[in-house]
């Protein structure tokens, strides 16, 4: 039988490797946006555009959330400004300088905000860029002088930190990403035709000096676009603030001896008590019981049945003319401290569940029975103040 040859088999082709898809065009956008991001972020100008944006942001926000807190502009309000300035006079270098503020402190209140706001606004849109970061670096500064001064080290308080990061902007603009570098290039563009139109006649010229003034029309426009949204927005915000909030100040204790007034009194004084009966100038009598009450020396603030027992009342110490708290934290114990906080002059309040002094501008926490410091920012405690219950339910400071 022959010998039959197998058929030989056939080798396959190797297999092609799959051809890469096509690239998406939105893949392509993608790498186009981020190499043009980073090459911007990259850049001289570029790199000083988080900074601009984070002051910007943090600006506008500050200015909107005291247009929105009633309580801000409220007189008798923890933490109001009047408050701050009150204890600014007293812990900030420039002490009394402050004091005249004291009687326009409302109008001086809505200033910085609307200021803080424009500011703000300037500095994201870049609009008169130079003005808007002397304006924060001005605010950043009274802030320093007035609340951070005391931080101790220097670098704990922020504005000190604020009042430099303006000096990029103060020294060199908002840079070629903004409106202030779109109207420059207007102006520029105007100049250059002026100076070619300077060879071809006085109609020319007059024509290149026109799109010249309505460049820089265009860009005052444009501030005063920005100023008027700054006064509604404020506006809105402020009263959307106290529609949601209420218009009454929040916090805060029930002043002691309401409707009396403080009266020195010396131990031993001796009083007088007058009573009638009935009966008229006919039949009546009158006695008149003259007595010694040992009590306390000092000054009288008020009944100590105003103080319920774990909560606390204000009174201004007559020593100073300073807030001030007494605590009752246990029946027939009272304890007085100065209301103002030692870090930035805020006056602080009674937190009787967790039995502290709580600061409300800057969260620094005090001791409820010694004062002392539990929480910074504050370094030192509450100044206290000598107090004493009199046999006759009344109480006595600064004996």
Same mark, same amino acid.
């Given at each position: 039988?022959?010998?039959?040859?197998?058929?030989?088999?056939?080798?396959?082709?190797?297999?092609?490797?799959?051809?890469?898809?096509?690239?998406?065009?939105?893949?392509?956008?993608?790498?186009?946006?981020?190499?043009?991001?980073?090459?911007?972020?990259?850049?001289?100008?570029?790199?000083?555009?988080?900074?601009?944006?984070?002051?910007?942001?943090?600006?506008?926000?500050?200015?909107?959330?005291?247009?929105?807190?009633?309580?801000?502009?409220?007189?008798?309000?923890?933490?109001? &400004?009047?408050?701050?300035?009150?204890?600014?006079?007293?812990?900030?270098?420039?002490?009394?300088?402050?004091?005249? &503020?004291?009687?326009?402190?409302?109008?001086?209140?809505?200033?910085?905000?609307?200021?803080?706001?424009?500011?703000?606004?300037? !500095?994201?849109?870049?609009?008169?860029?130079?003005?808007?970061?002397?304006?924060?670096?001005?605010?950043?500064?009274?802030?320093?002088?007035?609340?951070? &001064?005391?931080?101790?080290?220097?670098?704990?308080?922020?504005?000190?930190?604020?009042?430099?990061?303006?000096? *990029?902007?103060?020294?060199?603009?908002?840079?070629?990403?903004?409106?202030?570098?779109?109207?420059?290039?207007?102006?520029?563009?105007?100049?250059?035709?002026?100076?070619?139109?300077?060879?071809?006649?006085?109609?020319?010229?007059?024509?290149?000096?026109?799109?010249?003034?309505?460049?820089?029309?265009?860009?005052?426009?444009?501030?005063?676009?920005?100023?008027?949204?700054?006064?509604?927005?404020?506006?809105?915000?402020?009263? %959307?603030?106290?529609?949601?909030?209420?218009?009454? *100040?929040?916090?805060?204790?029930?002043?002691?001896?309401?409707? !009396?007034?403080? @009266?020195?009194?010396?131990?031993?004084?001796? @009083?007088? !008590? @007058?009573?009638?009966? *009935?009966?008229?100038?006919?039949?009546?009598?009158? !006695?008149?019981?003259?007595?010694?009450?040992? %009590?306390?020396?000092? @000054?009288?603030?008020?009944?100590?049945?105003?103080?319920?027992?774990?909560?606390?009342?204000?009174?201004?110490?007559?020593?100073?003319?300073?807030?001030?708290?007494?605590?009752?934290?246990?029946?027939?114990?009272?304890?007085?401290?100065?209301?103002?906080? *030692?870090?930035?002059?805020?006056?602080?309040?009674?937190?009787?569940?967790?039995?502290?002094?709580?600061?409300?501008?800057?969260?620094?926490? &005090?001791?409820?029975?010694?004062?002392?410091?539990?929480?910074?920012?504050? %370094?030192?405690?509450?100044?206290?103040?000598?107090?004493?219950?009199?046999?006759?339910?009344?109480?006595?400071?600064?004996?």
């Amino acid at each position: 039988m022959a010998n039959q040859r197998a058929p030989r088999a056939r080798q396959a082709a190797p297999t092609p490797p799959p051809a890469a898809p096509p690239t998406a065009p939105r893949d392509v956008l993608s790498r186009l946006t981020a190499t043009r991001t980073w090459g911007v972020l990259a850049s001289a100008s570029g790199s000083l555009l988080l900074l601009r944006a984070f002051l910007g942001v943090t600006f506008t926000y500050a200015g909107l959330q005291k247009l929105a807190n009633s309580g801000f502009f409220s007189a008798t309000a923890p933490g109001s &400004f009047q408050q701050q300035l009150r204890g600014s006079i007293i812990t900030s270098p420039l002490h009394h300088l402050l004091t005249p &503020f004291l009687h326009v402190a409302t109008l001086v209140a809505v200033i910085i905000s609307l200021a803080e706001v424009a500011v703000g606004l300037g !500095t994201l849109l870049g609009l008169f860029g130079r003005i808007a970061a002397l304006g924060g670096m001005l605010l950043a500064l009274s802030f320093f002088l007035t609340v951070s &001064f005391n931080d101790n080290p220097y670098y704990y308080g922020p504005d000190i930190v604020f009042l430099f990061a303006w000096t *990029p902007f103060v020294l060199g603009g908002s840079g070629p990403w903004s409106l202030d570098a779109v109207f420059a290039g207007r102006v520029a563009r105007a100049r250059e035709a002026r100076e070619a139109a300077g060879r071809m006649g006085p109609a020319r010229r007059r024509r290149a000096a026109e799109l010249e003034r309505r460049a820089f029309l265009q860009k005052a426009s444009a501030a005063g676009a920005v100023g008027v949204t700054a006064l509604v927005l404020g506006g809105i915000v402020a009263a %959307v603030g106290r529609l949601v909030h209420g218009t009454s *100040p929040v916090g805060g204790s029930e002043a002691i001896g309401r409707g !009396t007034t403080t @009266t020195p009194v010396t131990a031993g004084t001796t @009083t007088s !008590t @007058t009573t009638s009966t *009935p009966g008229g100038a006919a039949g009546g009598a009158t !006695t008149t019981t003259t007595t010694r009450v040992a %009590v306390p020396r000092g @000054t009288r603030i008020g009944p100590a049945s105003d103080v319920p027992v774990g909560g606390a009342a204000n009174f201004t110490d007559p020593a100073g003319g300073e807030p001030a708290l007494v605590v009752q934290r246990t029946q027939g114990s009272f304890r007085a401290f100065s209301a103002v906080c *030692p870090h930035a002059g805020c006056q602080v309040q009674w937190d009787q569940q967790n039995d502290l002094f709580v600061c409300p501008c800057h969260g620094s926490t &005090f001791n409820g029975s010694t004062g002392a410091v539990e929480q910074g920012p504050a %370094v030192t405690g509450l100044a206290r103040i000598a107090i004493a219950l009199g046999p006759n339910g009344q109480l006595y400071v600064d004996g």
